[in-house]
């Protein structure tokens, strides 16, 4: 499968942490390069594609599209999906710059609480409901075109890149072919990033969806755009201000994709704590704020791996095949649809 079109996917470490762990499980484990040469032909044929088999699938999963998942998912089922998901984002924009903002933290609050597991959506409480009326508009639209066909989960993964690229950010090929959930898994919200989260609990945070210190610094660089309540920033509101006044995250560029955020943490303008953290905390030394200093001198350094970090996120144990459903709503599941 060719790899996202503009983007050039960061040098991958040799052999990724996943390979090494099932190769050490693996029956050939044990082999040395003599002892494969001592093989007979077909026995070492046959080791050498089942070696070849487990490299592939762990390659895969560190760093390639889940098994199920192609950016040509829906080329024949549905052409025009990207076409329809664009055209709503865009006529939205034209009336609230904030919308492209708004939807990207809704595939992110999917992926960190494994929304396609939920009947209901603590991030909806969280969220402005502004990104998740344009999310209706898109569904009601693909229904229109494609009935049945395209899930919530994969409109919210391209809705979010098309809502980075029309901010001025990069774009990328997404994989499709994701299913939404049937079952409830409230308990998965508390791994939700937090604005008041110490680095230590980010790290954590992070980790626990198999996501390094690059996907988080790169992922963060989110808030390089939109707006947050004034009552989540280090600030807080002044006496006359209600905790609902809304903030910029990018007090230089709050409705551009660039790196500017990353010059505001370097300079200590960060509203939200756990933005700022990622320079400030004894820990970064050694763990983020070397990412922080490379993203704040290079916007194409941030593309790049803010592309790759959205890729990875969007492979976080998606439903594929016949697994779940293909919900007629995205705020509920079908059988409470009817």
Avoid at 145 to 171: K, Q
Wanted: glycine share 6%.
């Amino acid at each position: 499968m060719s790899p996202p079109r503009n983007i050039h996917l960061r040098e991958l470490s040799w052999p990724p942490a996943s390979i090494s762990h099932e190769l050490g499980r693996a029956p050939l484990a044990g082999l040395d390069l003599h002892e494969l040469t001592s093989l007979p032909p077909l026995s070492l044929l046959l080791t050498v594609a089942a070696l070849v088999l487990v490299l592939s699938h762990g390659a895969h999963a560190y760093g390639g599209y889940r098994a199920g998942l192609s950016s040509s998912f829906y080329d024949s089922s549905c052409p025009s999906t990207r076409d329809i998901v664009r055209r709503v984002i865009q006529d939205a924009r034209v009336v609230d710059a904030r919308i492209p903002a708004s939807l990207i933290r809704l595939h992110f609050h999917d992926c960190f609480a494994n929304d396609s597991e939920r009947e209901e959506s603590p991030w909806e409480l969280q969220v402005s409901a502004r990104g998740f009326n344009v999310v209706d508009n898109i569904k009601r639209s693909l229904e229109k075109a494609c009935p049945g066909i395209v899930s919530c989960a994969d409109i919210l993964t391209l809705a979010a890149e098309i809502s980075v690229e029309l901010a001025g950010g990069p774009s990328w090929s997404v994989p499709l072919g994701r299913r939404d959930g049937t079952k409830t898994n409230i308990e998965s919200a508390d791994d939700l990033p937090s604005p008041f989260d110490p680095l230590d609990i980010l790290h954590k945070k992070f980790r626990n969806m198999g996501l390094n210190d690059i996907d988080l610094v790169a992922l963060q660089g989110a808030h390089t755009f939109g707006r947050t309540q004034c009552q989540f920033t280090q600030q807080n509101c002044t006496a006359r201000q209600d905790e609902g006044i809304l903030v910029n995250l990018d007090v230089v560029t709050p409705d551009v994709f660039d790196n500017k955020y990353y010059g505001n943490v370097m300079h200590g303008r960060a509203p939200l704590s756990s933005d700022q953290v990622m320079l400030s905390d004894p820990v970064a030394a050694t763990t983020t704020a070397p990412i922080v200093r490379r993203f704040s001198g290079s916007q194409k350094n941030f593309f790049r791996n803010f592309a790759a970090s959205m890729i990875k996120m969007g492979n976080i144990s998606p439903l594929t095949g016949r697994d779940g459903e293909i919900r007629k709503n995205c705020r509920r599941v079908n059988k409470k649809y009817y």
